[in-house]
């Protein structure tokens, strides 16, 4: 059957890059872009969609015979810390709703972004395992550790095909972050051509895995292709390319603008980052579907700054 996709979130970080990949891969009038908020023209095929409102997501998967959801809609670690009963609500509500709508529709196929964030103080800090201790610490970190577990209920019990990854840190030239942990990662480079100053939110050593918006495309593309039968892992998989300190991006940054300077004023996000893990193992991830990533550090950095100069 011809994919008729629909994403939440489609304006996100995530989503803004992901769309135009999903249409190159599936054709353009396969994907309807979605949002809380109703997006500009250059997201083509579009319409707002709040995800807590159950009977909006049925007729929009009715009206438009859409039978795959890309559902990207979530608030992120930071900015969930803020009003964490909403971030449950949108994180779980959101999730619950576009399940049951799944089951009640017939949907094919569905994604769910997971993250490093479901991650907590007593995990393994070092090629954190597949399976292993989930205690996360934020808000958003809970409602990703939760909606893991429900798309695996879902699948064991009613055969919903839901897949999913643990994002690391997403590093983009093409969309912008907004309210994560890891954010810091995309502005420096902002900075770096424009003020040639950087002032970061957390410590110099605050080692996270991390991520090239390209690769993280490219994995979701690859994962969702995959035959049924080579997904293992129903919670969310493992994913790591790199993983780097404030220090080290900074370092390799410098070999392109020698002018950059830096200074640290750690804020509680630096408290969030510390709960998480450093390098992950993504061995299944690797075995069940072939993962593997293009970008290092060095990689990355060239391209971000190659393609934020254009
Ligand atoms: N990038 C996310 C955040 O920092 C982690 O998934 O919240």
């Known amino acids: 059957m011809e994919p008729k996709i629909l994403v ?11 769309i135009p990949a ?12 979605t949002d809380i908020r109703p997006l500009d023209e250059s997201f083509g095929w579009s319409s707002t969609l709040d995800v807590l409102n159950f009977d909006m997501i049925c007729d929009l998967i ?10 990207l809609a979530a608030i992120l670690s930071a900015k969930g810390e803020e009003n ?14 576009i399940l049951e709508a799944s ?12 993250t490093i964030a479901v991650f907590g103080s007593s995990t393994p800090k070092v090629d954190t395992p597949q399976d292993t201790i989930l205690n996360p610490e934020t808000v ?4 990703k550790a939760a909606g893991e577990n429900w798309c695996k209920y879902y699948h064991d019990r009613f055969g919903l095909d839901i897949r999913s990854v643990r994002y690391p840190g997403l590093i983009s030239y093409e969309s912008l972050p907004g309210g994560g942990t890891t954010d810091y990662a995309v502005d420096i480079f902002h900075e770096a051509l424009k003020s040639e100053h950087f002032t970061c939110f957390l410590k110099s050593d605050t080692r996270l895995p991390m991520m090239y918006m390209p690769d993280a495309v490219r994995a979701t593309v690859e994962l969702m292709s995959a035959p049924k039968e080579s997904i293992k892992s129903r919670t969310s998989y493992n994913l790591e390319a790199m993983s780097f300190t404030p220090a080290e991006i900074y370092e390799e940054i410098r070999k392109h603008v020698p002018n950059l300077t830096i200074s640290y004023e750690p804020d509680f996000r630096e408290l969030i980052a510390r709960t998480w893990v450093e390098t992950v193992d993504d061995s299944s991830a690797r075995k069940d579907w072939g993962w593997k990533e293009a970008f290092d550090l060095p990689r990355m950095v060239e391209d971000m700054l190659y393609h934020l100069k254009q």
């Open 8 to 18: 939440t979130g489609g304006g996100g970080q995530l989503g803004s890059v992901l």
């Open 140 to 143: 958003y970190g809970i409602s």
């Open 62 to 71: 009715e009206r438009e015979g859409i039978n795959q959801i890309y559902h």
């Open 84 to 97: 964490p009963t909403f971030t449950w609500k949108v994180n779980m509500d959101g999730l619950l709703n």
């Open 103 to 114: 089951k009640k529709m017939g949907i094919d196929k569905i994604f769910y972004p997971s």
């Open 22 to 33: 999903l249409r190159k891969a599936y054709g353009t009038h396969s994907v309807l872009a």
